[in-house]
């Protein structure tokens, strides 16, 4: 009886000691130190892929952050550029606007007189233009040709010109009532 | 501090070992790393004087686990009696979990010098002269923990045995 008593506490203290494991040196915690090395064996590689990256990609960056500052006004920004500015001048925003200019350089093509020869034809082109309503190239122009009567734009300069039909053409009329 | 690299390398040998022990005698994992680290914090500015530091580790241990109720009394307030408590372990901790629940049960229930010196004797294979320069008692006194914790031991497990077979 004392015999089997002492070989069940031996077994029991045996299994039950071997079953505790110790947190800071047990075999659990040397099975876990490789996981925490994988885990740097792959950080590792990304972090110097990630330094490379970023050395490659660093001139680049650093041109486009030098381009972008070249359209910023000295005053916006409290820093001075190294690379020297365009003068501010109020031009500038004017330039990028190439549709305005080209009513300007359109100008000389209305100084073909057409006031200065009233032929029947050019005045039934200005008639026509008078009763559309619709923006043209021709009161545009008009400023510059004031003094002409079809500068007034208005629907009785359009009457001008039928008026003179009567004119041009009252000599075979006058010649049917005499 | 010139002791630090003997006893890291005596810890590193015989943390777990000493940790088993301590549970073995307490029943509490975390007691039992408590009573562990108490003992040799408090060795480790005399380490570098000690011969054989094994033996006093071991004896440091059982000192600590046997006036570790006297000091926590004093040092903490006992809302329930060691009957009830021992009665919260036995729920907390089901029978089914260890190799020999019912005995480990009943050893639990043995005074601290009687456990200890079943531990010693039946876990560490010590005699009875090792047993009594730990427990710091005469040989003949482990002799008469041990046979009588045998006996509690027998009688519970009659006992028990008794009232299954009813």
């Known amino acids: ?178 | 501090m010139t002791s630090a690299e003997p006893f890291d390398r005596y810890v590193a040998e015989h943390q777990a070992g000493l940790v088993r022990y301590a549970y073995l005698l307490c029943h509490s994992y975390a007691l039992g790393e408590d009573l562990v680290q108490e003992v040799l914090i408090r060795l480790y500015p005399r380490w570098a004087a000690l011969a054989e530091p094994h033996p006093y580790v071991m004896r440091s241990i059982t000192n600590e686990y046997l006036s570790w109720r006297r000091r926590w009394s004093t040092r903490h307030i006992q809302v329930v009696r060691d009957d009830v408590l021992h009665l919260r372990a036995a729920v907390l901790e089901p029978p089914g979990d260890g190799p020999d629940p019912e005995l480990w049960s009943h050893l639990l229930l043995l005074p601290r010098q009687q456990r200890a010196a079943v531990v010693l004797r039946y876990y560490e294979g010590y005699g009875d002269a090792e047993i009594a320069v730990l427990l710091s008692c005469k040989p003949a006194t482990v002799r008469g923990h041990i046979s009588r914790g045998l006996a509690t031991l027998r009688t519970a497990l009659t006992a028990a045995e008794g009232e299954e077979q009813r």
């Open chain 1, 1 to 178: 009886m004392t015999d089997d008593l002492e070989r069940r506490l031996q077994s029991l203290l045996a299994d039950t000691a071997a079953a505790v494991e110790p947190a800071l040196s047990g075999p659990a915690l040397r099975e876990a130190r490789p996981a925490r090395r994988r885990v740097v064996r792959v950080a590792a590689p990304l972090l110097a892929a990630a330094a490379v990256l970023a050395l490659a990609l660093a001139p680049q960056l650093l041109d486009g952050r030098h381009a972008g500052t070249h359209p910023q006004q000295p005053g916006t920004s409290g820093k001075v550029s190294p690379l020297p500015l365009p003068p501010a001048s109020p031009t500038t925003p004017e330039v990028p606007v190439p549709s305005r200019s080209a009513p300007t350089l359109a100008a000389p093509t209305p100084t073909a007189p057409t006031p200065s020869t009233p032929t029947p034809s050019t005045q039934a082109v200005s008639t026509s233009g008078a009763s559309t309503p619709g923006v043209s190239v021709a009161p545009t122009l008009a400023p510059s040709h004031a003094p002409t009567p079809t500068s007034a734009g208005t629907p009785a300069s359009a009457s001008v010109g039928p008026a003179r039909l009567p004119t041009t053409t009252s000599s075979p009329a006058a010649t049917q009532s005499r």
